[in-house]
């Protein structure tokens, strides 16, 4: 069994209540925190690896989101999966070969570009392809951006999802699929479902057996670890009254 199937193997045969939990890091160093708390495995944010290297959210090159990735992988000794977002126009064999030298077990490749929802068969076709090029060495995890930025009808996001596995998805991520609506999803969707979860937001109600449940250690965590950090910063530069300048 390889990489790729032990982090495949994790997202089988869950009960309801028991998904499985991948937090996302955004360096190294949260990797080794995520993995020193117990996670099984990770899964790396696109938003939270371009915060933390000073861009937006889909500006990041490839070469330096490839490099971030590869520092979190040499980081922990638990399978990492990688976003890369829209495969940023690189071949599909290059694309993999990329991530494969990377030390990565899986990625995401979302089916919309600058906010625009791709044609759904043409995207397919490149996850046939990028499966025919990783044989069974690459987790593919099929986003569906119906509910980002499509009209967020249920159907046409199951639409989607069908053609994704039929073409060799190992999974299928609905993002921004509200809450009520991932019971419909779970029960027409084949194979794993991936799900998004903040830590101070929404979760699935009631317990759904999700393959695979994405906590709000990405993007949004780091930007909201940023003001924080800032105020400890502020703390040491000007102690409040409470403060010592002995330690």
């Known amino acids: 069994m390889n990489a790729a199937d032990t982090f495949r193997a994790l997202h089988h045969d869950r009960p309801p209540g028991d998904p499985l939990v991948l937090p996302g890091p955004w360096d190294a160093v949260s990797a080794r925190v995520f993995a020193e708390a117990g996670f099984p495995a990770l899964s790396t944010p696109s938003a939270g690896i371009a915060a933390s290297l000073g861009y937006a959210d889909g500006e990041t090159p490839a070469g330096e989101m490839f490099a971030a990735v590869a520092r979190i992988v040499r980081a922990v000794d638990v399978p990492v999966s990688a976003d890369l977002e829209n495969g940023y126009g690189l071949a599909p064999r290059e694309l993999v070969e990329r991530l ?33 090029a ?70 699935p109600s009631p317990p759904l057996p999700f393959s695979w449940l994405r906590n709000g250690a990405s993007g949004l965590r780091v930007r909201h670890d940023f003001p924080l950090l800032l105020l400890m910063i502020r703390g040491v530069v000007s102690p409040g009254p409470e403060a010592s300048t002995d330690r």
């Open 100 to 132: 494969l030298e990377t030390g990565a077990v899986g990625c995401n490749l979302e089916d919309s570009d600058a906010g625009v929802l791709l044609d759904p068969h043409r995207h397919a076709d490149r996850i046939v392809a990028v499966r025919a």
């Open 134 to 203: 990783a044989g069974d060495r690459l987790f593919v995890n099929a986003r569906v951006d119906t509910f980002a930025h499509g009209d967020g009808d249920p159907e046409r996001a199951v639409e989607r999802a069908a053609l994704y596995v039929a073409a060799g998805a190992d999974c299928v991520y609905p993002i921004g699929a509200p809450a009520d609506v991932l019971p419909i999803l779970r029960a027409q969707v084949p194979g794993p479902l991936n799900a998004f979860a903040r830590l101070d937001g929404e979760s």
